[in-house]
């Protein structure tokens, strides 16, 4: 027999022996951004020695498993010679943002580096934002998070400085409305529309296509998109009409209408008409086609049957309707 102690702790019962398993926590998915700026911190601009001295700037970008589809950067530089002063972007490459700012004389904060600008910076140039002397396309491809650094090279005999500067980075793959549709071939970026739904099918999902029916609602509040109604739901009215009729033991009837979402399980109900209020003694439902059927009352007297009005999802506003009255006798 095995010893009480080796019993007890395979069982589970001594103190200390228990082991308790925490489940994980369910990572929640979370928006990804497409375009996302880091910010720097500035600093001092080394002054020249011999030759000309290299500050570097560095910044993390958050970590991502995207790559670069376009990437700009803003700098502010203070500098009393700014024609002694060349700037670099280097991360898995370097790239010249701006070689030496010829003619420009003290300061040239801020200044943006953008592919995309009509212009090159030149010596009257003033704040703005132009193109950089090496394309920054260079980045594109490569991995969006590390290390981005800012290289300022200094031929000036005193120093400058580095006021602010950062680095706006596009994704490659993103997901910024949190919807599951990677934003490249997402239909409507911005607003979440996971079923992707492009109803005119115009390239635009329904829920970024304004007013598609020309009905003046919004078609994310919209019940028919693609038709123009004046109606609460945005779809348009649709008339019904029902006949009753006596046939033997049974009272027989059909619901009809334009709109075969408002005949097909609609809500039917018999009443009895009297003096004062009409009691209701059954509530029917339609088959596909629009009948109905229901044993004949056993007491004497005039029947008639009541369409109520309802809204059909995405199709129509069902009108209610109200049959003759039909006699059965005892």
């Given amino acids: 027999m095995r010893p009480l102690m080796t019993r007890l702790a395979a069982a589970g019962l001594v103190a200390g022996f228990v082991s308790v398993v925490t489940p994980a ?3 929640v998915a979370a928006p990804v951004p497409c375009v996302v700026t880091t910010t720097g911190t500035g600093g001092a601009v080394a002054a020249a020695g011999d030759s000309f001295t290299t500050t570097d700037f560095v910044l993390v970008a958050p970590a991502s498993t995207a790559g670069v589809e376009d990437v700009d950067v803003e700098v502010s530089l203070v500098h009393d010679n700014a024609s002694q002063v060349r700037v670099r972007l280097a991360h898995v490459t370097t790239s010249i943002l701006q070689r030496r700012f010829t003619g420009s004389g003290p300061q040239v904060a801020p200044l943006t580096w953008d592919d995309e600008a009509p212009a090159a910076y030149g ?5 703005g934002t132009y193109r950089p002397d090496e394309p920054l396309a260079e980045h594109d491809g490569t991995t969006a998070q590390g290390e981005w650094r800012l290289l300022v090279d200094n031929w000036a005999g005193f120093r400058g400085r580095v ?5 706006r980075i596009s994704y490659t793959a993103c997901d910024a409305d ?14 979440a ?5 492009d109803r005119d099918a115009d390239g635009i999902g329904d829920a970024c296509d304004g007013d598609t029916d020309g009905d003046g609602r919004v078609d994310t509040v919209d019940g028919c998109r693609l038709v123009a109604a004046t109606t609460a739901t945005g779809c348009p009215a649709a008339g019904t009409k029902v006949r009753l009729a006596k046939d033997g033991r049974r009272l027989e009837g059909r619901v009809r209408s334009g709109a075969t979402a408002c005949h ?3 809500e039917v109900v018999l009443k009895r008409a009297k003096r004062g209020r009409d009691p209701k003694l059954v509530v029917l439902r339609t088959r ?6 229901t044993r004949a009352p056993r007491g004497a007297g005039r029947y008639y049957v009541v369409v109520r009005g309802r809204y059909a999802p995405g199709v129509a506003e069902c009108a209610s ?3 003759t009255k039909v006699r059965v006798r005892r």
């Fill in 178 to 191: 949190d919807d599951a549709a990677e934003d490249h071939t997402d239909n409507c970026t911005g607003v």
């Fill in 264 to 266: 097909a399980g609609a």
């Fill in 25 to 27: 926590p369910t990572a």
């Fill in 163 to 167: 006021e602010s500067w950062s680095v």
């Fill in 193 to 197: 529309n996971p079923d992707q739904a």
């Fill in 321 to 323: 309707s109200r049959s």
């Fill in 123 to 127: 010596p009257e140039s003033l704040a």
């Fill in 288 to 293: 596909s086609s629009g009948r109905f059927s």
